[in-house]
């Protein structure tokens, strides 16, 4: 029989509570039943297959042939496909699939690691955000609504403009503000979850406030984080060829699919397949993210929507 | 309501301002100037061109200089093109893309609300699967790659519609469509998802109780309410029509500001690309800023969160 004051003091640390605490805070439910979830739906395993395809073939492509991305042929100009050169050559005879693939490469770069990126200052940011005090955490969402405001592609333009092409500035210029809508997004979660009650609990039972941050509110927040990246990853590859169409991008000879397509743009009406390979693989590569990342949404998080 | 008005307000000059000083801040830090291009100037001549223009004064003198243009509308000549102002380009370019970009907003919202209701009354159904597909498709592919397919296709192969240029309505088909294909599937996935659920709201239930016919049902009680939450995308929207612009102008040809302003990007022409970015963005920051008040006016139930698309 416990006496009634006993229940107004604060638990101590035995090692019962230990142990409770020890035992994962997000339970293996939630990600098994998600991945169920996600197996079944046939769109974003299709999604996930083509991008297990295009990361390989943006490894293993350029091997395939015995031509590099750089080397001209000034004698085999402009050949349309053929089993000599899969996906024909460009106006300096250069072996397009071996560009593609090069291309890919480019691509899929720029994409996740502007995504990585996003996805570290944007989780610190939003943490952070959500864990101080209300004054603060009034400024720093006013700051991040002020550069949100400004259009993404026009700032990314002008920076383009100022630091000069190539993927490293490519990538700083996509993620100087790119990391908004991650941090938004994880400060949005966090917000929720902190009046839940398991995080009361974990706090009633003396857990750290970093603790209750690393091991209870971001491994929460995570479903929602991880449908972000693979959402993000499209938009990035897609501001990379737009930028790389518009002449912004990474310099000769070096070629993403955006100057590929940009390149073969004037020679549409008589070389068409030096736009349509290149377009295709940005829709190709686009889509599958897109897929992917919608049928994750679905999984983890149907909160979320769009 | 007047609180978050003046809020908005106060939010939306401040970006104006960022925006401006960010603009003015990144032309500063280019190295070098617009004439060191040109070889051989004799020394006088670059000095009074820098006088003429302005730049040999300090960089606080000419902030001011150019805030003050911009409140006044005067956003200096074109380095480029001698005897033109930004203000005469932006002038002579906008109306077009306007008229392209209204084209291509008229479209999306059209039929993305026509195949998003679809879908939504054939939900689970082959339709609804094939529009999904389709809406897939439609926020995947961008703007400039439709654009080039389109023009291959209607305009080299079938020849059933210009190729290029500007002028009549046929000039604007192939452009507008590919601006629109973007928006048009992001409001269709939209209005199916929202009309899903409302279709399942107790409200339904009674309407069809009463006997009220499917059609009124349906444009009555269901469409009206899925609609709301689109406007909220609106502003977005419009944001990825002006940003494809860009490119959907050059590919066409189309004498536009989305084409003055990538020339000027290429021709390195700094006063306007400071005067067109700083125009666009006030555009844009106005529109997504007006979207936000009407929401709230027309459904005052809900708090507003602003949202972004890609881009």
Same mark, same amino acid.
Not at chain 1, 90 to 103: I, M, S
Not at chain 1, 114 to 121: E, G, Q, R
Not at chain 2, 231 to 236: D, K, N, W
């Given at each position: 029989?416990t006496d009634q004051a006993s229940l107004y003091e604060p638990l101590k640390r035995s090692d019962q509570i230990e142990k409770v605490?020890?035992?994962?805070?997000v339970s293996d439910d939630y990600w098994r039943s998600g991945w169920r979830r996600l197996k079944s739906n046939r769109m974003a395993?299709?999604?996930?297959?083509?991008?297990?395809?295009?990361?390989?073939?943006?490894?293993?492509?350029?091997?395939?042939?015995?031509?590099?991305?750089?080397?001209?042929?000034?004698?085999?100009?402009?050949?349309?496909?053929?089993?000599?050169?899969?996906?024909?050559?460009?106006?300096?005879?250069?072996?397009?699939?071996?560009?593609?693939?090069?291309?890919?490469?480019?691509?899929?770069?720029?994409? %996740?690691? &502007?995504?990585?990126?996003?996805?570290?200052? !944007?989780?610190?940011?939003? @943490?952070?955000? $959500? /864990?101080? +005090?209300?004054?603060?955490?009034?400024?720093?969402?006013?700051?991040?609504?002020?550069?949100?405001?400004?259009?993404?592609?026009?700032?990314?333009?002008?920076?383009?403009?100022?630091?000069?092409?190539?993927?490293?500035?490519?990538?700083?210029?996509?993620?100087?503000?790119?990391?908004?809508?991650?941090?938004?997004?994880?400060?949005?979660?966090?917000?929720?979850?902190?009046?839940?009650?398991?995080?009361?609990?974990?706090?009633?039972?003396?857990?750290?406030?970093?603790?209750?941050?690393?091991?209870?509110?971001?491994?929460?927040?995570?479903?929602?984080?991880?449908?972000?990246?693979?959402?993000?990853?499209?938009?990035? %590859?897609? &501001?990379?060829?737009?930028?790389?169409?518009? !002449?912004?991008?990474?310099? @000769?000879?070096? $070629? /993403?699919? +955006?100057?590929?397509?940009?390149?073969?743009?004037?020679?549409?009406?008589?070389?068409?397949?030096?736009?349509?390979?290149?377009?295709?693989?940005?829709?190709?590569?686009?889509?599958?993210?897109?897929?992917?990342?919608?049928?994750?949404?679905?999984?983890?998080?149907?909160?979320?929507?769009? | 309501?007047?609180?978050?008005?003046?809020?908005?307000?106060?939010?939306?000059?401040?970006?104006?301002?960022?925006?401006?000083?960010?603009?003015?801040?990144?032309?500063?830090?280019?190295?070098?100037?617009?004439?060191?291009?040109?070889?051989?100037?004799?020394?006088?001549?670059?000095?009074?061109?820098?006088?003429?223009?302005?730049?040999?004064?300090?960089?606080?003198?000419?902030?001011?200089?150019?805030?003050?243009?911009?409140?006044?509308?005067?956003?200096?000549?074109?380095?480029?093109?001698?005897?033109?102002?930004?203000?005469?380009?932006?002038?002579?370019?906008?109306?077009?893309?306007?008229?392209?970009?209204?084209?291509?907003?008229?479209?999306?919202?059209?039929?993305?609300?026509?195949?998003?209701?679809?879908?939504?009354?054939?939900?689970?159904?082959?339709?609804?699967?094939?529009?999904?597909?389709?809406?897939?498709?439609?926020?995947?592919?961008?703007?400039?790659?439709?654009?080039?397919?389109?023009?291959?296709?209607?305009?080299?192969?079938?020849?059933?519609?210009?190729?290029?240029?500007?002028?009549?309505?046929?000039?604007?088909?192939?452009?507008?469509?590919?601006?629109?294909?973007?928006?048009?599937?992001?409001?269709?996935?939209?209005?199916?998802?929202?009309?899903?659920?409302?279709?399942?709201?107790?409200?339904?239930?009674?309407?069809?109780?009463?006997?009220?016919?499917?059609?009124?049902?349906?444009?009555?009680?269901?469409?009206?309410?899925?609609?709301?939450?689109?406007?909220?995308?609106?502003?977005?929207?419009?944001?990825?029509?002006?940003?494809?612009?860009?490119?959907?102008?050059?590919?066409?040809?189309?004498?536009?500001?989305?084409?003055?302003?990538?020339?000027?990007?290429?021709?390195?022409?700094?006063?306007?690309?400071?005067?067109?970015?700083?125009?666009?963005?006030?555009?844009?920051?106005?529109?997504?800023?007006?979207?936000?008040?009407?929401?709230?006016?027309?459904?005052?139930?809900?708090?507003?969160?602003?949202?972004?698309?890609?881009?």
């Amino acid at each position: 029989m416990t006496d009634q004051a006993s229940l107004y003091e604060p638990l101590k640390r035995s090692d019962q509570i230990e142990k409770v605490e020890e035992e994962s805070p997000v339970s293996d439910d939630y990600w098994r039943s998600g991945w169920r979830r996600l197996k079944s739906n046939r769109m974003a395993m299709a999604g996930f297959w083509m991008l297990i395809v295009l990361l390989f073939m943006a490894l293993v492509g350029p091997f395939l042939t015995p031509y590099t991305y750089y080397e001209t042929h000034l004698n085999l100009k402009n050949l349309s496909p053929s089993t000599r050169f899969w996906f024909g050559t460009d106006e300096l005879g250069r072996d397009l699939f071996t560009r593609v693939w090069w291309g890919a490469r480019i691509s899929l770069f720029v994409g %996740i690691m &502007a995504s990585i990126v996003d996805l570290i200052i !944007g989780v610190f940011f939003g @943490a952070l955000a $959500a /864990s101080v +005090g209300k004054k603060t955490e009034e400024i720093m969402m006013r700051v991040a609504d002020i550069l949100y405001s400004i259009p993404y592609l026009l700032v990314v333009i002008l920076l383009m403009v100022v630091i000069g092409s190539g993927i490293t500035t490519i990538i700083i210029a996509l993620t100087i503000t790119g990391w908004i809508s991650m941090a938004r997004i994880t400060r949005g979660q966090i917000l929720q979850l902190k009046e839940l009650d398991f995080i009361k609990a974990a706090q009633s039972m003396g857990a750290s406030r970093m603790r209750v941050l690393f091991s209870h509110l971001i491994p929460n927040a995570m479903g929602s984080i991880i449908v972000t990246v693979t959402l993000t990853v499209p938009t990035a %590859i897609f &501001a990379e060829a737009f930028l790389s169409f518009l !002449g912004l991008g990474v310099q @000769a000879p070096i $070629a /993403s699919w +955006g100057t590929m397509a940009s390149d073969g743009l004037p020679a549409l009406r008589y070389y068409p397949w030096r736009l349509f390979f290149p377009a295709a693989f940005i829709s190709i590569t686009m889509l599958s993210f897109n897929m992917l990342g919608d049928g994750l949404r679905d999984a983890y998080d149907p909160r979320l929507r769009l | 309501m007047i609180k978050y008005i003046v809020k908005k307000v106060l939010i939306l000059l401040v970006s104006l301002f960022a925006v401006a000083t960010l603009t003015f801040a990144l032309m500063q830090a280019i190295p070098g100037d617009p004439f060191t291009e040109e070889k051989a100037v004799p020394e006088e001549i670059l000095k009074a061109m820098y006088h003429h223009y302005g730049l040999d004064l300090p960089w606080y003198q000419q902030y001011f200089r150019y805030m003050k243009g911009l409140i006044t509308w005067d956003l200096g000549p074109s380095f480029k093109y001698q005897g033109r102002t930004v203000t005469e380009i932006i002038k002579e370019g906008f109306p077009v893309s306007m008229v392209l970009g209204v084209e291509a907003l008229a479209i999306s919202i059209f039929a993305g609300i026509s195949l998003g209701s679809l879908s939504a009354l054939k939900h689970g159904k082959w339709q609804d699967r094939l529009m999904m597909v389709i809406a897939v498709l439609g926020i995947s592919v961008p703007s400039f790659i439709l654009a080039t397919f389109l023009q291959y296709l209607f305009g080299m192969k079938l020849d059933w519609l210009p190729v290029a240029r500007w002028g009549t309505v046929s000039h604007s088909i192939l452009p507008a469509l590919s601006l629109a294909a973007l928006p048009m599937a992001f409001i269709a996935r939209l209005t199916r998802s929202n009309m899903v659920e409302i279709m399942q709201q107790d409200y339904i239930h009674t309407a069809k109780s009463k006997g009220l016919n499917s059609f009124s049902i349906i444009y009555r009680h269901c469409l009206r309410n899925a609609l709301l939450p689109i406007i909220t995308y609106l502003g977005p929207l419009t944001t990825a029509i002006l940003t494809g612009s860009f490119a959907v102008e050059k590919i066409f040809g189309i004498p536009g500001l989305g084409q003055w302003f990538v020339m000027s990007i290429t021709n390195r022409d700094y006063t306007v690309i400071m005067g067109t970015t700083v125009f666009y963005s006030a555009i844009l920051m106005v529109s997504v800023f007006i979207v936000d008040i009407l929401y709230t006016v027309v459904d005052p139930r809900i708090k507003l969160v602003t949202k972004k698309v890609i881009l």
